[in-house]
C-alpha cells in the first residue's frame, strides 16, 4: 500500500506542447498528493498540490487532476517552455496523515526549444 | 527565514567511518524526515521524526541513526559507512497540513 508508481520515466515535449505525468497508487487512506518539481544539482520543490476532497486544481501553466476511485493523478502543464525542463515527482501521503510522504521514481521532462 | 539547513554540503568517506549529518530547520516544524536519492530510484524515506524526543523508521533505515533532541534539529549518524551508503541526502520539514520543505541536500560518498 506504500508504493506510488510514475509513468513515463522519461518525457521529451516540444516548446509550446502539453505535458501529463501519471501516478497510481494503491493505499485508499491516502490523502494528500503533492507534486515536486526538482531541477538538476539542486532540492525538490513543491509545485502543486491536491487534497482528497477535490478532483482538480489549477495553478497558471500547472494542473493536477485525482481520481480516488481509480487510485491515479496527474500533473499537467500546459504550453511548456525550456525552464520547465527538470525531473519531477509525485507523491502520497500515508495513512490518511499529512506526515510521511511517499514518493514515485521520477520522471526527466525535457522541454526541446 | 534560513528554511532548511544540512551540513556538510559535501563529503567523501572512507569505509568503516563515522559521520553525523546535521537538519536545522527555523519554521518552527513538528516533523523532520531523512530521505535519500538514488539514481532510477526517486527519495526513499530513511528515518523520520513526528516531535522532539521522537524518531522512527522508515523505508531504509538499516546502517543509519538517528536522533531528535531539539525540534529544529534532526541528525542522520552513520556508524560505519559502507559504500552502499554511497548517496545524495536530503533533510525535510512539514508541518501537519502542507508539503514538504526540502533542504539543499549533502553529497556524500564512501570509497
Known amino acids: 500500500g506504500e508504493n506510488v508508481e510514475q509513468h513515463p520515466s522519461t518525457l521529451s515535449v516540444q516548446e509550446g506542447d502539453s505535458a501529463v505525468i501519471k501516478c497510481t497508487y494503491s493505499?485508499?487512506?491516502?490523502?494528500?498528493f503533492p507534486w515536486y518539481k526538482q531541477e538538476l544539482g539542486k532540492r525538490p520543490q513543491l509545485i502543486i498540490d491536491?487534497?482528497?476532497?477535490?478532483g482538480e486544481k489549477k495553478d497558471q501553466r500547472i494542473a493536477v487532476t485525482l481520481n480516488k476511485t481509480a487510485k491515479h493523478f496527474s500533473l499537467h502543464i500546459t504550453e511548456t517552455q525550456p525552464e520547465d525542463s527538470a525531473v519531477y515527482f509525485c507523491?502520497?501521503?500515508?495513512?490518511?496523515?499529512?506526515?510521511?510522504?511517499?514518493f514515485g521514481k521520477g520522471t526527466l521532462l525535457t522541454v526541446n526549444p | 527565514n534560513a528554511g532548511v539547513t544540512q551540513t556538510p554540503k559535501f563529503r567523501v568517506l572512507k569505509t568503516g567511518q563515522s559521520m553525523t549529518l546535521l537538519c536545522a530547520q527555523d519554521?518552527?516544524?513538528?516533523?523532520m524526515y531523512w530521505y535519500r536519492q538514488d539514481p532510477g530510484m526517486g527519495l526513499r524515506l530513511i528515518h523520520y521524526?513526528?516531535?522532539?524526543?521522537?524518531?522512527a523508521k522508515g523505508e531504509v533505515p538499516d546502517g543509519y541513526n538517528v536522533s531528535r533532541l531539539k525540534k529544529q534539529n534532526f541528525l542522520l549518524g552513520l556508524e560505519s559507512a559502507a559504500p552502499s551508503q554511497t548517496s545524495v541526502y536530503f533533510c525535510?520539514?512539514?508541518?501537519?497540513?502542507?508539503?514538504?520543505?526540502f533542504g539543499s541536500g549533502t553529497r556524500l560518498t564512501v570509497v
Open positions: 525535510a520539514s512539514s508541518t501537519v497540513n502542507y508539503g514538504y520543505t
Open positions: 493505499d485508499s487512506a491516502s490523502n494528500y
Open positions: 491536491i487534497r482528497s476532497n477535490v
Open positions: 507523491a502520497k501521503n500515508s495513512g490518511g496523515s499529512n506526515y510521511k510522504l511517499t
Open positions: 519554521m518552527n516544524h513538528e516533523y
Open positions: 521524526s513526528v516531535g522532539e524526543g521522537t524518531t
